[in-house]
């Protein structure tokens, strides 16, 4: 039975689904979820991330993640974590990369935090024969605190599942998944739960607000775990550094947009990060935040120029291509607004990297 013929008879049995349960079931269904069987990465798949458009990504959060080492005084032993590695690529840049830095990688305790055993198979394949080896755990509470901890995590916020509310004349209802007369899937709307806030900005009728308890609590998570062994983490994705209504629910095929209900576990499902919520819930678990950024402001001042150009001047020939990489990352138009970094840090004298003003 398909994952949406179970989900259909599970709605008809037990009435509407969340937005949040819908997606969280389409990308992790063991039998047949998105990530679990099928993730698409790459320009041959469904979805391209930052480190496949250039090493060049991967090199500066090496940067960044040697340079909190060293404001950490150079510990002989921490621990390096990457959460949702995708398939390897990232942490390979950044492995290959740190063997300019003496020390760091004798020091370094590699986690992966994979949810996919298809991606999990992924990177210990690109990892083969790295500088450190990996081990993967399920999640933060898994890490030993009495280390330092430097964690990095690309585009794996809006993995997380976020539940939709819409204002209406009545009030405000759910925005959940059922079934039609037909048996297919479709969107209607329930009676929001009695635990519901609405959110402290106006919102008109009709319009939906996103709020992500799993995103909040990640923050609050990786705060604790800061706070407890000291260092900070990176945080990169695409969303929303103000709150604001919005639909961000999107599924994407072969590069492509695609009904999200047409085929439950075929395409990867996201929804925006919420920037403001992920760090205000971190700073109430007691860790220092920084404001989150473009990439675009990040990368260039971790000095992606600079990069750019030391490369073409060893290979001319690339120029062009280097070019184009480079505006992919960091322009406006592409990914450098729409996508924000932020970091997440132990209340130290650390300074981020990137973030200075």
Known sequence: MSLKARLVREIVLTGPMTVADYVLR????????????????????DFITAPMVSQMFGELVCLWAVEIWRQLGSPAR???VEVGPGDGTLMD?????ARRAPGFLDACDLILIEPSPFLMDAQARRLEGAAVTPRWVA???????????????NEMLDCLPVRQFMRTAEGWAERCVGVDEAGDLIFGLTVAPAGFTPPPYPVEIGKIVETSPHQAQFGRDCAALLVQATGAALLIDYGRDQPGPGDTLQALSRHKAVDPLAGPGEADLTQWADF????????????????????????RAMGIEVRAA????????????????????????????????????????????????
């Open 26 to 45: 389409c990308l992790h269904d063991p039998q047949d979820g998105y990530y679990a069987t099928r993730p698409g990465l790459g320009v041959d798949g």
């Open 78 to 80: 921490f621990t390096l």
């Open 93 to 97: 840049d950044i492995l290959r990369t």
């Open 139 to 153: 999640s933060l509470d898994a890490i030993d605190a009495h280390a330092p901890v430097i964690l990095v995590a």
């Open 276 to 299: 403001p919520a992920v760090l205000a819930a971190a700073a109430s678990a007691g860790a220092a935040v920084t404001p989150s950024i473009g990439q675009g402001d990040f990368l």
């Open 310 to 357: 030391r490369l073409k001047e060893a290979r001319p020939d690339g120029a062009a291509l280097l070019d184009r990489q480079m505006n992919r990352l960091i322009a406006d138009e592409e990914m450098g607004r729409l996508f924000k970094a932020c970091a997440i840090f132990a209340p130290t004298d650390l300074t981020m990297p990137g973030f200075e003003t």
